[in-house]
């Protein structure tokens, strides 16, 4: 949403650079104030951020203040609304809509090319778009315990290598390779997002990218084939450079199939 953002405190220079307020999507609201707005005030309603919270403000539960934290490491501010309902805090006071405008790193990945530039953002030098060794800004995920990658005589340049994989005699440069990847002699890649896979199959490569040059794809995720080679021909240049819409890629989705049961 574009609105003129000098209402939050910022000054013609500082507005102009950060003119848009998204939704992060987060809503904190106290149980018998959502029971009470989706039973009683809004029935019919099937979304919150287009239905609900317009509805509340209808009803009198307007904002009193706004809480803006200021940062010249963004481009935006992003909002979380809050529904509250007796709260005696005198800047919230009861039963009111209050937003929170938070300024540090979110991104909205809801596009497939919005998720491959997100990812590759991490890959930015000299500072990335989010670094996952900042000790005050801790990244928590699922663990899984596998071991280091191990790479032999391979290229890697400016790239992030999930855990897990196996790459060898091969050129790597400007990528995302996710965690279980195998990438074998002869393979290039670039530019390129390659998430790899949640679950291994037994003694079957997730993905043996040989021989195959592939450049500034989106996304590829795990198959449930020996290799990619199967979708991506030996030799396979795929340059998306130049499109502008999403129609273009190939989604390999996670499939399980008969021959191969087993997953851990």
């Known amino acids: 949403m574009k609105v003129d953002t000098t209402i939050l405190g910022l000054d013609d220079e500082r507005a102009k650079e950060m003119p848009y307020i998204p939704s992060m999507g987060i809503y904190v609201v106290s149980n018998n104030v959502m029971l009470n707005l989706l039973c ?3 029935p ?8 609900v919270i317009p509805g509340v403000t209808t009803i009198g539960m307007r904002n009193r203040r706004v809480i803006a934290l200021k940062s010249n490491q963004v481009s935006n501010y992003r909002v979380a609304f809050g529904l509250v309902s007796g709260c005696t805090h ?11 405008l938070y300024d540090g790193y979110w991104e909205d990945i809801s596009t497939i090319e919005a998720l491959y530039n997100a990812n590759l953002g991490i890959t930015k ?3 990335p778009d989010i670094s996952f060794y900042d000790r005050s800004s801790r990244i928590y995920t699922q ?3 596998l071991p280091p990658s191990k790479m032999l005589d391979a290229d890697v340049t400016d790239s992030v290598i999930g855990e897990g994989c196996v790459i060898k005699n091969c050129k790597i440069h400007h990528s995302v390779v996710g965690l279980r990847s195998c990438i074998s002699e002869g393979a290039i890649i670039e530019d390129t997002l390659l998430i790899g896979a949640n679950y291994r199959l037994i003694d079957i490569p997730v993905s043996n990218c040989l021989n195959s040059n592939i450049s500034k794809i989106y996304v590829l995720t795990q198959f449930n084939s020996a290799s990619l080679n199967r979708h991506l021909s030996q030799a396979y240049a795929s340059n998306m450079e130049g499109y502008k819409n999403e129609g273009f ?16």
Do not use: C, H
């Open 40 to 42: 009683d005030k809004f």
């Open 44 to 51: 019919g309603a099937n979304d919150f951020g287009s239905e």
């Open 90 to 100: 005198p800047i919230m006071g009861p039963g009111k809509v209050q937003t929170y």
């Open 125 to 127: 030098k000299p500072v």
């Open 143 to 145: 663990p899984r315990y």
């Open 249 to 264: 890629v190939e989604i390999l989705a996670v499939q399980q199939s008969l021959e191969n049961p087993n997953w851990f």
